[in-house]
Structures are given as C-alpha cells and as structure tokens.
T-cell receptor, first 109, second 114 residues
C-alpha cells in the first residue's frame, strides 16, 4: 500500500493562497488521492479527491504531478476558518483510509 | 438527513467496565469504520465493515469488538476498559467499494477511562 509524506506544519497569511504538499512516491496507477481536513474538536471532513487530472471544487484545488508521485492542495484565499489539520490519504488495497499525522495549517490574521 | 450520528458525545468509565459506542448513518452506505485519535496524533483505524454481516480488523483492534447486523448501525464495544483506551473515537461511512467515494465522519465520542 502506498504511503504519504506531508510537512508537520505550515503557516499562511490570511487571504493569501496556500499550497499544501504531499509526496506519495509509491502510488499505483489506480490509487486515488484524497484530502480531508480536521477542524479543532471536530471530525474530519472531505475536501477533494482526484486520480490523474487536476481537480477544482468550491473548497480547494488539487494539483497532481504528471508522474503522480506528488500532489498539492491549493486553498486559493486562506481564511481563519481554514486553520485545521490537512490529511493526504491514499485508500489501501482494501479501500480503507489510513491517516498519517497530516499538516497543521496556521492562518495568521 | 442526519449523516453519521455518534452517541454518547462524552463518557467517563472506570477501569474494567464495558460499554458500547453507538454509530448510525442514514445514507445507506455500505462501508463503515471506527477510528481512535489520541492527542496530537492522526486517526488510527480500529475496525471496519464493508456491509451488513461483514467486519474486519484495522490497525489497532485489540480490546474492541464490533458487529454489523444492519446497514445503518455499527456499534463499537469496549470489553474491559483500560486507561490506554482514553481517546476520541470517530465513526465514518462511505457509499461503497470504489476508491473515489467520499467518507463522512461523525462528531466523535470523547472517552476517558479512569
């Protein structure tokens, strides 16, 4: 099963774009890349997912490298409400989610 | 549409007591999972189910029991609580077997074992 590597923490100024990286060098051709975030004292919530092409939704964009060994979650304008732990996840062969420690994003007013 | 509902939200147990954490979803999802989250850590998978009558172990199954008699409910039983099981427990559900489906999480149960 493919593993992911993320920085432990990142900071961003409010209203500026944020790029959260994730490395998954052992990804297979059928692995989807999922991103979830966890706000303080809440359960994780879905952000976005993709396979090969870049993806956009209301919350964020997902940029996937051409070789798929890395991806970047892009928050276009960070707000204080975006302060959370962001998890990059590749479902395993049993289609289960295994969480790492994620990236803790601090947004500076 | 309530999504994933966990009860109780908070619980204090004495060492050796047993209890059941409840999880219910109203989205007709096949997949359901239980996770625990210790302070400063990511979520760790305890048990999961891919449909009624089918359960399997995750990363940290010891001390926990599950069953799935209906699609809607996936209770987690602590057989004999230990202080090491003090944690926040999250239940999740997903529509099915495809890897591109979104997971929905409950708000968690904060359990303290004294």
């Amino acid at each position: 099963d493919a593993k992911t590597t993320q920085p432990n923490s990142m900071e961003s100024n409010e209203e500026e774009p944020v790029h959260l990286p994730c490395n998954h060098s052992t990804i297979s051709g059928t692995d989807y890349i999922h991103w979830y975030r966890q706000l303080p004292s809440q359960g994780p919530e879905y952000v976005i997912h993709g396979l090969t092409s870049n993806v956009n939704n209301r919350m964020a964009s997902l940029a996937i490298a051409e070789d798929r060994k890395s991806s970047t979650l892009i928050l276009h304008r960070a707000t204080l409400r975006d302060a959370a732990v962001y998890y990059c996840i590749l479902p395993n062969t049993g289609n289960q989610f295994y969480f790492g420690t994620g990236t803790s994003l601090t947004v500076i007013p | 549409n309530a999504g994933v509902t966990q009860t109780p939200k908070f619980q204090v147990l004495k060492t050796g007591q047993s209890m059941t954490l409840q999880c219910a979803q109203d989205m007709n999802h096949e997949y359901m999972s239980w996770y625990r989250q210790d302070p400063g850590m990511g979520l760790r998978l305890i048990h999961y189910s891919v449909g009624a009558g089918i359960t399997d172990q995750g990363e940290v199954p010891n001390g926990y029991n599950v069953s799935r008699s209906t699609t809607e409910d996936f209770p987690l039983r602590l057989l004999s609580a230990a202080p090491s099981q003090t944690s926040v427990y999250f239940c999740a559900s997903r529509p099915g077997r495809r890897r591109n489906t979104e997971a929905f999480f409950g708000q968690g149960t904060r359990l303290t074992v004294v």
